[in-house]
């Protein structure tokens, strides 16, 4: 069997697995919601627009200062300070500032200098000082030193003359505490150079006393200010350690020409002498001789002459006689230099002992000079201390005569031509937006809280049952209007879905049940039943409704013939079915309405009826009450094959849903599917799909069909119940 085009059996797992919502399903909400949204809309502009107009006209004037901060006046502490640091210590100053305009101490001058108490018509100043603070603003202009006051009031000439006002106690104050810290600073200035003034003149006495105890000479370029203290005893330790740097630097040297001659003999030691420079005549006479006859003797010997030869022999004799001499020479040097050696080594301990005394008595002066010169440094710092603070109090004095003024005015406050609030398009534009965002939230609010069904999707993952059909919003009865009324496709879908969802041809016996009264389930059934018998189907209604029966309306008959008179009497099936006008399409009214419906209705005749009519007639549709109000539903849905639940599009929650089919389900009954009534498609774009009959229907206006105008009907009945006469026209 197959399956309704609405109805996907895997669409129950599938809708586990689906994403959040998407942009369209917001845009829904505010489609669906539109109403509430326009309200709130509406509602929050009018209040808006209420509010501006009850508020008072404020004027505003304007007076612009500008500020010196420390970064900017200079001096020793700011010129230390680093480009951030004078950017930190500006805006501090600039917050600072708005602070005093606003204090209690200036609003206090301009609430006196201007009378405002009176003005303003209040009972004391404290009033006058909060409603002042109220209406004054301060801005800094962004990257400068200038500030804007800004004051508000109804009336422009006041406004003004607040603003100047304000401005000239906020000067005064400035002023005042200006002064007082300069006052303040200068004379702990001179508290300090009197008191330094003092610390000079202890310590100069001190000097003085310690030169004349000490019997130290200050010498140089100032009495009080040489970089050296030099004494006598200071030359004479200088000129003693000279003269024994000398003594130790001749030992040295001639212990270094004697260390020279040690362990050499004959012509070595001669030569070793020649080249210490000893200085000796005959050293110096006789050694260039013999060094010529020793190369003669070389030469003589390389040209071939042998050792016997005479002019060898010759040259050796001189070389011998000369040898003599120079080797005596020697040895009276070497024996002149130990002698002088000696000599000066005892001259050199007794000069070192001389100086050990004199250097014990350098020492002992040393110290007092030291002790000295602590108490001339002493005088000479706190001199220059006093130079320091002598020169800064001057400096200060100089800056206070010609300081400038930390605040200065660039442009007075004047009255206002226009008033500055209300600012009338500025609050609706408010109001607009704050309506919108309230009207958006309610609707979303409302979107969330609102657990009806709304969607195809809702009816199959909470129910767990196919959509047979989705029935526009606002169908009327088919046979009223026609049979190319677009409304009948509707219906024709739920045809076919019914027809290919039952078990089986037998199984024609089909109830309509909803959750509450006012779902569409009776005008549904009507039109099911109307495109059934125009598709061919012998169609018979039977109005199981017997609480509140409305079936008989549609076809303009009465009821008071019908089901129930059937039941309890022993009347023929013939005579309370009647034909309609539509043809193959038969209707049995509710009868007179009985005490116990649901006693007559689960009876045995009642089934056998059932039995009776799906014998006769193709298809067999019972109108019942809502499901969760009585249990007469409940007793149709055990009598026959199928169930069809009727929900209205957004009215019941989804657990009212769940009961219903809870009860259809626990008497026995098979419950087919769902009809989703009541949509309106036009603002739930998701259902035009399904919907899309009226896009076909109504693509060209020679196509749609035109309402027929139906005869007067001749219809009487009895009051009471009697006898139904029809015009043939009907029937």
Same mark, same amino acid.
């Given at each position: 069997?197959?399956?309704?085009?609405?109805?996907?059996?895997?669409?129950?797992?599938?809708?586990?697995?689906?994403?959040?919502?998407?942009?369209?399903? %917001?845009?829904?909400?505010?489609?669906?919601?539109y109403?509430?949204?326009?309200?709130?809309?509406?509602?929050v502009?009018?209040?808006?627009?209420?509010?501006? #107009?009850?508020?008072?006209?404020?004027?505003?004037?304007?007076?612009?200062?500008q500020?010196t901060?420390?970064?900017?006046?200079?001096?020793?502490?700011?010129?230390?300070?680093?480009?951030?640091?004078?950017?930190?210590? /500006?805006?501090?100053?600039?917050?600072?500032?708005?602070?005093?305009?606003?204090?209690?101490?200036?609003?206090?001058?301009?609430?006196?200098?201007?009378?405002?108490?009176?003005?303003?018509?209040?009972?004391?100043?404290?009033?006058?000082?909060?409603?002042?603070?109220?209406?004054?603003?301060?801005?800094?202009?962004?990257?400068?030193?200038?500030?804007?006051?800004?004051?508000?009031?109804?009336?422009?000439?006041?406004?003004?003359?607040?603003?100047?006002?304000?401005?000239?106690?906020?000067?005064?104050?400035?002023?005042?505490?200006?002064?007082?810290?300069?006052?303040?600073?200068?004379?702990d200035?001179?508290?300090?150079?009197d008191?330094?003034?003092?610390?000079?003149?202890?310590?100069?006495?001190?000097?003085?006393?310690?030169?004349?105890?000490?019997?130290?000479?200050?010498?140089?370029?100032?009495?009080?200010?040489?970089?050296?203290?030099?004494?006598?005893?200071?030359?004479?330790?200088?000129t003693?350690?000279?003269?024994?740097?000398?003594?130790?630097?001749?030992?040295?040297?001639?212990?270094?020409?004697?260390?020279?001659?040690?362990?050499?003999?004959?012509?070595?030691?001669?030569?070793?002498?020649a080249?210490?420079?000893?200085?000796?005549?005959?050293?110096?006479?006789?050694?260039?001789?013999?060094?010529?006859?020793l190369?003669?003797?070389?030469?003589?010997?390389? *040209?071939?002459?042998?050792?016997?030869?005479?002019?060898?022999?010759?040259i050796?004799?001189?070389?011998?006689?000369?040898?003599?001499?120079?080797?005596?020479a #020697? @040895?009276?040097?070497?024996?002149?230099?130990?002698i002088?050696?000696?000599?000066?080594?005892?001259?050199?301990?007794?000069?070192?002992?001389?100086?050990?005394?004199?250097?014990?008595?350098?020492?002992?002066?040393?110290?007092?000079?030291?002790?000295?010169?602590?108490?001339r440094?002493?005088?000479?710092?706190?001199?220059?201390?006093?130079?320091?603070l002598?020169?800064?109090?001057?400096?200060?004095?100089?800056?206070?005569?010609?300081?400038?003024? &930390?605040?200065?005015?660039?442009?007075?406050?004047?009255?206002?031509?226009?008033?500055?609030?209300?600012?009338?398009?500025?609050?609706?534009?408010?109001?607009?937006?704050?309506?919108?965002?309230?009207?958006l939230?309610?609707?979303?609010a409302?979107?969330f809280?609102?657990?009806?069904?709304?969607?195809?999707?809702?009816?199959?993952?909470?129910?767990?049952?196919p959509?047979?059909?989705v029935?526009?919003?606002?169908?009327?009865?088919?046979?009223?209007?026609?049979?190319?009324?677009?409304?009948?496709?509707?219906?024709?879908?739920?045809?076919?879905?019914?027809?290919?969802?039952?078990?089986?041809?037998?199984?024609?016996?089909?109830?309509m049940?909803?959750?509450?009264?006012?779902?569409?389930?009776? =005008? =549904?059934?009507?039109?099911?039943?109307?495109?059934?018998?125009?598709?061919? %189907?012998?169609?018979?209604?039977?109005?199981?409704?017997?609480?509140? &029966? =409305?079936?008989?309306g549609?076809?303009?008959?009465?009821?008071?013939?019908?089901?129930?008179?059937y039941?309890?009497?022993?009347?023929?099936?013939?005579?309370?079915?009647?034909?309609?006008?539509?043809e193959n399409l038969?209707f049995?009214?509710?009868?007179?309405l009985?005490a116990?419906?649901?006693?007559?209705?689960n /009876?045995?005749r009642?089934?056998?009826?059932?039995?009776?009519?799906?014998?006769?007639?193709?298809? #067999?549709?019972?109108?019942?009450? &809502?499901?969760?109000?009585? @249990?007469?539903?409940?007793v149709?849905?055990?009598?026959?094959?199928?169930?069809?639940?009727?929900?209205?599009?957004?009215k019941?929650?989804?657990?009212?849903?769940?009961? #219903?089919?809870?009860?259809?389900?626990?008497?026995?009954?098979?419950l087919?599917?769902?009809?989703l009534?009541?949509?309106?498609?036009?603002?739930?774009?998701?259902?035009?799909?399904?919907? *899309?009959?009226y896009?076909?229907y109504?693509?060209?206006?020679?196509?749609?069909?035109? &309402?027929?105008?139906?005869?007067?009907?001749?219809?009487?009945? *009895?009051?009471?119940?009697?006898?139904?006469?029809?015009?043939?026209?009907?029937?």
């Amino acid at each position: 069997m197959a399956n309704p085009p609405y109805f996907n059996p895997n669409r129950f797992q599938q809708n586990s697995q689906e994403s959040g919502p998407q942009v369209g399903d %917001y845009w829904q909400v505010i489609r669906n919601r539109y109403e509430v949204i326009l309200l709130s809309l509406l509602l929050v502009l009018i209040t808006a627009g209420f509010i501006t #107009v009850m508020m008072e006209e404020k004027y505003e004037s304007t007076v612009v200062v500008q500020l010196t901060d420390i970064s900017q006046m200079g001096g020793d502490l700011t010129n230390t300070l680093t480009e951030g640091q004078k950017m930190f210590a /500006s805006r501090n100053f600039i917050a600072n500032q708005f602070e005093r305009m606003t204090s209690q101490q200036v609003l206090q001058r301009v609430v006196r200098d201007e009378d405002l108490v009176q003005k303003w018509a209040l009972t004391d100043e404290n009033q006058a000082i909060a409603k002042l603070r109220d209406s004054v603003e301060t801005e800094n202009r962004r990257g400068t030193d200038i500030v804007e006051i800004r004051v508000r009031d109804t009336d422009a000439d006041l406004a003004a003359q607040i603003a100047n006002s304000l401005y000239r106690a906020y000067a005064e104050a400035l002023d005042d505490e200006v002064n007082l810290i300069n006052a303040q600073s200068t004379g702990d200035l001179d508290a300090q150079l009197d008191e330094q003034s003092e610390k000079v003149s202890e310590a100069r006495i001190k000097m003085h006393n310690a030169m004349r105890e000490l019997k130290v000479i200050d010498v140089g370029k100032g009495f009080y200010y040489s970089d050296e203290v030099v004494t006598p005893e200071d030359r004479i330790i200088q000129t003693g350690q000279e003269r024994l740097a000398t003594l130790e630097y001749e030992i040295s040297g001639m212990k270094s020409q004697l260390e020279g001659l040690q362990g050499l003999e004959g012509t070595d030691l001669i030569r070793k002498a020649a080249m210490l420079g000893i200085e000796d005549q005959t050293i110096q006479r006789y050694y260039p001789m013999f060094n010529d006859l020793l190369l003669e003797e070389q030469q003589a010997l390389e *040209s071939g002459l042998g050792a016997n030869h005479p002019t060898v022999r010759a040259i050796r004799t001189q070389l011998d006689s000369l040898r003599g001499l120079l080797m005596e020479a #020697v @040895s009276d040097v070497r024996g002149a230099l130990e002698i002088q050696i000696t000599q000066l080594e005892k001259r050199l301990a007794e000069a070192e002992e001389s100086e050990d005394e004199k250097v014990e008595e350098y020492i002992a002066g040393a110290l007092d000079n030291a002790e000295y010169e602590h108490y001339r440094e002493e005088y000479r710092t706190e001199k220059e201390l006093l130079k320091a603070l002598t020169m800064s109090t001057y400096t200060k004095k100089i800056e206070e005569n010609k300081a400038l003024r &930390p605040v200065s005015v660039l442009d007075k406050a004047v009255a206002g031509d226009f008033p500055v609030t209300p600012n009338k398009p500025l609050n609706l534009i408010l109001g607009s937006v704050l309506g919108l965002a309230f009207g958006l939230g309610i609707a979303f609010a409302l979107e969330f809280m609102d657990t009806s069904v709304k969607t195809i999707d809702d009816v199959e993952r909470y129910l767990n049952v196919p959509v047979l059909a989705v029935i526009p919003k606002d169908v009327g009865v088919l046979h009223r209007e026609g049979g190319m009324s677009p409304d009948a496709e509707a219906y024709r879908i739920l045809r076919t879905n019914i027809e290919f969802n039952r078990r089986s041809a037998d199984a024609n016996s089909i109830t309509m049940v909803s959750g509450g009264a006012g779902e569409g389930k009776s =005008t =549904t059934l009507v039109n099911l039943a109307y495109v059934c018998a125009q598709g061919g %189907y012998n169609t018979l209604i039977i109005d199981g409704d017997l609480r509140r &029966p =409305t079936l008989h309306g549609h076809f303009d008959t009465s009821n008071s013939v019908g089901l129930t008179n059937y039941l309890t009497t022993n009347m023929p099936l013939e005579e309370v079915i009647l034909q309609t006008p539509i043809e193959n399409l038969y209707f049995m009214p509710s009868g007179i309405l009985p005490a116990d419906a649901a006693g007559i209705l689960n /009876s045995r005749r009642m089934s056998e009826l059932i039995q009776d009519v799906k014998s006769r007639f193709d298809l #067999v549709l019972v109108d019942s009450p &809502p499901i969760l109000g009585v @249990s007469d539903a409940s007793v149709l849905c055990s009598e026959v094959d199928m169930t069809v639940v009727v929900i209205q599009h957004r009215k019941l929650p989804r657990n009212m849903l769940q009961r #219903v089919k809870k009860a259809v389900e626990s008497v026995g009954g098979t419950l087919l599917g769902v009809v989703l009534n009541n949509v309106d498609v036009r603002s739930d774009s998701q259902y035009q799909y399904y919907t *899309s009959y009226y896009t076909y229907y109504a693509s060209g206006d020679d196509q749609a069909a035109k &309402p027929k105008k139906r005869g007067k009907k001749e219809v009487s009945s *009895s009051v009471g119940g009697g006898d139904v006469k029809l015009g043939d026209d009907v029937y």
